[in-house]
């Protein structure tokens, strides 16, 4: 919710951040909170710049968030959406439907936005028939809008513009899960930067993604990049 102070969770929650010139690089590992091993990893073995995304179902789903942020991450949730192929391939009870109602919508935001507290934003897990559903899209962008939240997605919803800010990933880094691709997908989001001033990647916390990432970040600021958090690569809609 937005504070009566005025206050909101998309900058209560982002994880400060200073400039210092350089082409910005920011990076988003999701699918945390269902595997313990895993989103151990994330947490610890990742630069605190990097943002961490937590699957609503997650048990102990509070517990990871906070030791996420005691570690310096930023966190956000994953709003399951309807894919093609839906209900074979079903993202869960409260995946928002293409066809549902803004009172549906509402509805099933309530569950998930109330699942923890401690995160600026939120992001797509699947979705793509999700996103062609302008009455469902727009009624689930007010809604963040209307509590303060950023909705960064993974590419597909075409920077649409909404929610308290927003951000459209420019390269999912694991479509093919090797070091080889993934490294290369990263150097790939790198020269992005380098070009156009900022690039934002996601990725999910399989071990070869967080291995990888570790790596690159780690010399990111010799290569003459900075590693931002993605809530620095977010826009005020209209602003």
Known sequence: MI???????????????????KPRVALIVGGLGLNAVTTRAA????????????????DNLQSWIDQARAQGHEVMLEMP????????NDPGPYTLLANGTPDDVEAKLDWL??????YFGVTNYLGDRFAGSDAGVNAFL???RQRGVAFLDDGSFQRRPGAWARASADKV??????????????NSLEAQAKLRGSALGTGFAY???????????AGLDQRGLQLAPASAMTLRPGR
């Open 3 to 21: 504070a009566p102070d005025g206050r909101v969770p998309a900058q209560a929650y982002a994880r400060p951040f200073r400039s210092n010139g």
């Open 173 to 186: 880094i694991d479509q093919t899960q090797s070091p080889a691709a993934i490294i290369g997908a990263l």
């Open 81 to 88: 959406m309807e894919p093609t192929g839906y209900p074979d």
């Open 142 to 144: 007010l809604i963040l």
């Open 113 to 118: 936005l109330g699942r923890a507290t401690g």
């Open 43 to 58: 947490i610890e073995r990742l630069p605190a710049e990097v943002t961490l995304s937590f699957v609503p179902y997650a």
């Open 207 to 217: 071990p070869v993604t967080v291995e990888a990432a570790a790596r690159w970040t």
